[in-house]
């Protein structure tokens, strides 16, 4: 994976590649609707890996599905989805998301969309990936507003999923579910511990030494912006030629002229 | 039986004031044509079951003030950002939320669609949601061993509205992989639906379209209507209209805005 010299690469692409090293092996990874860097690293862990997952990407024609809206969650219910991202206006260090509100649900002072699938999917989707861009006490609390999943669940509760770790702009976190917390697994790099220390509002465990989070290495980014970029820009057309400078044939396009 | 109406507002003369209105998510075919002759009407205080999100429809109708209770899983306008009037009339109290989420609500309606008073889902026990959600219930499972299960009642809406590719004039309608869109008109008492265009020979005949139709039996009316879910997308037909929904993010973004938004595109019946 290591590449002799050491390429420029964009935030993003980092992002995708710590991602896809923690999807592993799978057999289908789905990614919810407007999340294009978990996109690709499900795209990129399909064309690198040797599983050669099934990808999902909700709200796109790149799914298999054909019993409407409620397959996925049918799909997952049934042990059939490996992988999925989450992310809040608010995570605690709990594992706690909340997606409806901040203040008190009678009267908050901001509102956020809505659960979407969270408050069934944390709960039986084996390998939850946390992904949050903005790493600040705004975001990473110390405990959420409203719970709309929580991060871990009594023992009685039948709980097959939950998260595995949660990803920042700054850093990477892994999640121990037995004490529901999380713990520094690496900085990114131009980031550091302090930094992360002072922008993080719940507490977490770190070793002695944080190493860093290894840049994409050559093989990686050639995969991502030659491979994967042309698939994205499928779905996601401005942030493939944001991020990996793709201009290829819109998808709408191709609508408008059918 | 299914009938092909004269005109898009004698379709949905049956949604009146008050209203459980069901309506899918963006990707399925959204009457927005319809929706929009509904603010026309001004109709008033309506129950919006959006199966399972919104987006433009939801925020539209808050706005125009045609909603009294919302329940569904999420309202933004997607990857245009949050949906202002949605968030405006939160903050205000200006509607009655009821948060769900995704697979809650499709239970909801598949226990209505079969007739029994409820549907268990695994999930949700720990989440706000069911404390918010006074009619949602925590029971132990009577095959299990301390094994706590949530129980959702059926949800049987008044009206299901939606837009679909094709109709025949029998009034079955195709309705292609959009699986919910059969299991609304299941659970609700009359479906309304408008379609691009009538297909001359019957879908139920036809082997390649049969297993994506909702037979006419279940249709209370159709109406023709081209583009009708324009400015949102239609499966296989067309794509969303970014820059018009570009353009409503912006203007919505004030209550001002929204008045010209309604009077440039609502008031005004857009020229197909």
């Given at each position: ?258 | ?141 009577p095959f299990g061993d301390n094994d706590p299960i949530v129980l959702l009642p ?51 005949r036809d082997p390649l379209f049969v297993a994506g139709t909702l037979p006419g ?56």
């Open positions: 994976m290591k590449s002799a010299q050491p390429e420029e690469f964009r935030d993003e692409e980092l992002l995708a590649d710590v991602i896809c090293r923690l999807i592993g092996d799978a057999r289908h990874i789905a990614v919810g609707n407007a999340s294009p860097i978990p996109a690709t690293a499900a795209l990129l862990a399909r064309e690198s890996g040797a599983s050669k997952p099934y990808v999902s990407l909700l709200g796109s024609a790149h799914t298999f599905f054909t019993d409407g809206a409620r397959e996925l969650f049918d799909c997952a219910g049934q042990g059939r989805v490996d992988v999925f991202f989450l992310s809040g206006g608010q995570i605690d260090g709990e594992g706690n998301i909340n997606l409806v509100n901040i203040g008190d649900y009678e009267k908050p002072k901001v509102r956020f969309p809505g659960s979407f699938g969270s408050a069934y999917l944390y709960y039986v989707v084996p390998r939850v990936i946390l992904f949050r861009v903005e790493h600040s006490r705004r975001t990473l609390v110390p405990k959420v507003d409203f719970i709309s999943a929580p991060g871990g669940s009594p023992g009685n509760v039948d709980r097959p999923g939950g998260p595995i770790a949660l990803i920042t702009n700054r850093c990477l976190f892994d999640f121990d579910r037995a004490r529901r917390r999380f713990r520094l697994v690496s900085v990114h790099p131009g980031h550091s511990v302090e930094e992360i220390i002072e922008h993080t509002g719940f507490a977490f465990d770190k070793p002695a030494q944080v190493p860093l989070t290894p840049a994409p290495s050559a093989d990686t980014l050639r995969l991502m912006r030659g491979v994967v970029a042309p698939m994205l820009a499928e779905v996601y057309p401005e942030f493939a030629r944001r991020v990996f400078g793709y201009v290829g044939t819109r998808r709408g396009d191709r609508d408008a002229a059918s | 039986m299914a009938r092909i109406t004269r005109s898009l507002e004698e379709a949905i003369a049956p949604i009146g004031d008050g209203c459980m209105l069901a309506v899918p998510r963006e990707t399925s075919g959204v009457a927005m044509a319809a929706t929009r002759a509904l603010v026309r009407r001004g109709i008033k205080r309506l129950h919006l079951v959006a199966l399972p999100t919104s987006t433009l429809q939801a925020d539209l109708l808050i706005g125009a003030g045609c909603i009294g209770t919302l329940e569904t899983s999420a309202v933004s306008l997607g990857e245009f950002g949050p949906a202002p009037r949605f968030t405006a009339a939160i903050l205000d109290g200006a509607i009655r939320m009821r948060d769900a989420t995704c697979p809650a609500l499709h239970a909801q309606f598949q226990a209505a669609e079969k007739g029994v008073p409820f549907m268990p889902l695994r999930g949700l026990i720990g989440s706000d949601l069911l404390t918010q959600r006074t009619d949602w219930k925590v029971v132990d499972n059926a949800l049987k809406p008044d009206v299901a509205l939606f837009h679909a590719p094709l109709a025949d004039r029998d009034g079955n309608v195709y309705i292609g992989k959009e699986r919910e869109l059969v299991t609304m008109a299941h659970a609700a008492q009359r479906t309304i639906v408008t379609v691009e265009e009538v297909h001359d020979t019957n879908l139920l039996f279940y249709v209370e009316a159709v109406a023709v209507e081209r583009c009708g879910a324009w400015p949102l997308p239609l499966p296989d037909r067309y794509g969303i209209d970014a820059a018009h929904i570009a353009e409503y993010a912006r203007l919505a973004a004030t209550p001002e805005g929204f008045a010209q938004y309604l009077d440039r595109y609502v008031y005004e019946k857009r020229a197909a």
